[in-house]
């Protein structure tokens, strides 16, 4: 079998600076998958005893891949700055005529790493239009993205890369340490009667939602998974079909996840495998940013199911 790895396949036809910023993500990932391999022996489990601008209590983890995923980036002469769950604001790079800006959530599914259960993270490329870069410059709908994804770091590490209309799938290469392409185009197959949410909060989601839910698995024609690492999730989802969950509820209308480097790098993966995402009637790729850290409620997967779910209600 012919093997063509990240670097030679970005080279191929993707733009020169834009292909320096992804290669530049997934060797932040690899560092990151390091530490995650080592578990206790990287000294990389348990709390860092401080509290990110969300109010979540930060694990050593989280801070340290958002160093790696910082120092990385920030050494990329492409790029204007940086956003990250665990940074208050944009950190910018003083370079005024880069062409790029990059969120990321650099450890998902934090409740899950000492535990030694499948994490990741997440990242956005977004255009740069010049000047100062700070939280406004990321104020940007999904849509504008030029490419985005995921690095899982489960059974094996995974990137899931969405770039130029398409999702595909690169698998680290444990003996070499690079990303090797193995899955040329992901497309999400349909009819799948899977959902993919925390029903704990079910009683709590909005109506119709809840409703739709709960007749579906009462009545014994749907399945449900919950790993609660959102790139877990939405891997399975990809590969499998069905829906994933975690709507606005009564008591966070806005649900949990972040619109800008969580719900928008997985919304194009999925629109690129043939997916669609709502926050209610709102499309998520659509939707106009008003804060770095906003939050969302997002309904993501097989069109027909959530319409079956009644999502958009
Ligand atoms: O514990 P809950 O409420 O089910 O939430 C799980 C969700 O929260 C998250 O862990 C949030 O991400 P972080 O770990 O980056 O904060 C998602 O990965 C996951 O889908
Ligand atoms: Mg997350
Ligand atoms: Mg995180």
Known sequence: MSRINLGDWLAKDSEARLASVILDVASA???ISRLVRGGALSGALGEAGAVNVQGETQKKLDVLSNEICKARLGANAAIAAIASEEEDHAVGFERPDAPFLVAFDPLDGSS?????????????????RGGEAGDDAFLQPGRNQLASGYV??????????????????FTLDPATET????HERIVMPGGTPMIGANLSNLARWATPISEAARACLDGGTHNQ???????????RMLHQGGVFLYPGQVDKPNG??????ECNPIALLVANAGGASFFGARRVLEIEPE?????????????????????TA
């Open 179 to 182: 990303f090797i392409l193995t």
């Open 291 to 311: 804060t770095l850290h906003q939050r969302i409620g997002f309904a993501s997967g097989d069109p027909e199911l959530l319409t079956l779910l009644r999502v």
């Open 256 to 261: 949990k996840l972040r619109l800008l480097y």
């Open 29 to 31: 990932c690899v560092e």
């Open 112 to 128: 899950n790493i000492d535990v030694n259960v499948t994490i990741g993270t997440i990242f956005s490329v977004l255009p740069h």
């Open 152 to 169: 899982s770091y489960g059974p094996q590490t995974c990137l899931m890369l969405a770039l130029g209309g398409k999702t595909l799938q």
């Open 225 to 235: 998974r919950w790993v609660g690492s959102m790139v877990a999730d939405i891997h």
